[in-house]
């Protein structure tokens, strides 16, 4: 009886410790799964520098299509008003509206409240307004009835020209200087948070895939315009 009991004690000793072994693995096993989507949720994460970078991105194939109207216009050759005039409208909607805005509610303020950077950021916001009246000046113009016109296209392609002329050393002084100084005035949290404030403000105002949206905009206005091909654009030499 007494041998019994004991194979009987040693039994559920042996059957209470596995439980227990498999209920650890069980825990460390859901424990890595979390860390795994937790690793993968961070990939995900779009810093506010690396955001307001791929929106220049956007600006950039913009200036190209400016750049082409620009150089038609010069050469008296035909422009195409309507692909014109929603370029600038994706200007207007989503580089002044909203990248602009961006800078203009969150980043200026921070740099002119460390004291870093004033001249840079004032010289910015100068040429944000600059840049509005010369995006006015476009949708005006970008129209069939001024193309006809010599002294309205002379117009356009003054604004065009100064339009590309101070977007692209002000987007290149942003993303070399601005940009990555942003982390200095700071702190790692702050800069965390505005990665998803900017997130979610692009999709409150053009929804979950606002970014992607306007990609695919301007590559159909490319398209249309035969700028879309990469390869043209290869130096020969």
Same mark, same amino acid.
């Given at each position: 009886?007494?041998?019994? %009991? ?15 072994? *498999? ?6 096993? @859901? ?10 949720? #961070? ?33 008296? #050759? ?22 602009? #805005? ?8 921070? %740099? ?29 113009? *970008? ?17 065009? @020209?100064? %339009? ?28 965390? *948070? ?38 043209? %654009?290869?130096?020969?030499?």
């Amino acid at each position: 009886m007494a041998d019994h %009991f004991l194979k009987r004690r040693e039994w559920l000793w042996t059957m209470g410790a596995a439980s227990a072994g *498999a209920l650890l693995a069980g825990c460390r096993r @859901a424990g890595r799964e979390e860390d795994e989507e937790s690793d993968e949720e #961070k990939a995900e994460e779009i810093s506010p520098a690396e955001d307001l970078m791929r929106e220049h991105g956007v600006l950039n194939r913009i200036l190209l299509i400016y750049e082409d109207a620009w150089r038609k216009l010069g050469a008296k #050759k035909d422009v195409n008003p309507d692909a014109l005039g929603h370029a600038a409208g994706i200007i207007r909607k989503f580089v002044e509206d909203y990248h602009e #805005k961006l800078e203009e509610d969150h980043l200026f303020p921070r %740099f002119e409240k460390a004291g870093k950077l004033t001249d840079l950021v004032g010289t910015l916001r100068a040429q944000h307004l600059a840049g509005r009246r010369l995006t006015e000046q476009v949708v005006g113009l *970008a129209k069939l009835p001024a193309l006809k016109n010599a002294s309205d296209r002379q117009k356009l392609q003054d604004a065009l @020209a100064a %339009f590309v002329r101070m977007y692209r050393p002000h987007e290149a002084r942003e993303d070399t200087v601005l940009f990555p100084a942003l982390r200095t005035v700071v702190s790692a949290h702050e800069y965390g *948070a505005l990665g998803e404030q900017f997130e979610d403000t692009e999709h409150n105002l053009f929804g979950e895939d606002g970014f992607e949206k306007y990609v695919d905009e301007v590559a159909g206005l490319e398209k249309q315009l035969g700028l879309y091909d990469l390869a043209q %654009f290869t130096s020969p030499a």
